[in-house]
């Protein structure tokens, strides 16, 4: 069974900064690359940040030097630290495992002055 529970999201200013934080089942987490997703008010989903069970990372270039995404795996739960947050960076987010097609609920973030 998959379960994912995204949280840490919120309301913060122009330059801000949050940490969103995603609880996932435990039989396939350890091993398996995990990603963070965002959609926009009419725009489609897209990847943000990834990252393998050994900790290589990849991020979309709107958020590169701006977004990191770590993993703790004795907890089963995956990170994104946003900082220097801008108004684009406004959506719902979501943690995902790679390879599974499986969403939870996401976690709103809205950058706005």
């Known amino acids: 069974q998959v379960q994912l529970v995204e949280s840490g999201g919120g309301s913060v200013q122009p330059g801000g900064s949050l940490r969103l934080s995603c609880a996932a089942s435990?039989?396939?987490?350890?091993?398996?690359?995990m990603g963070w997703y965002r959609q926009a008010p009419g725009k489609e989903r897209e990847l943000v940040a990834m990252?393998?069970?050994?900790?290589?990372?990849n991020y979309a270039d709107s958020v590169k030097g701006r977004f990191t995404i770590s993993r703790d795996n004795a907890k089963n739960t995956l990170y994104l630290h946003m900082n220097s947050l801008k108004p684009e960076d406004t959506a719902v987010y979501y943690c995902?495992?790679?390879?599974?097609?499986?969403w939870g609920r996401g976690t709103q973030v809205t950058v706005s002055s």
């Open positions: 990252i393998t069970s050994g900790g290589s990372t």
């Open positions: 435990g039989s396939m987490f350890s091993v398996d690359t």
């Open positions: 995902k495992y790679f390879r599974i097609p499986y």
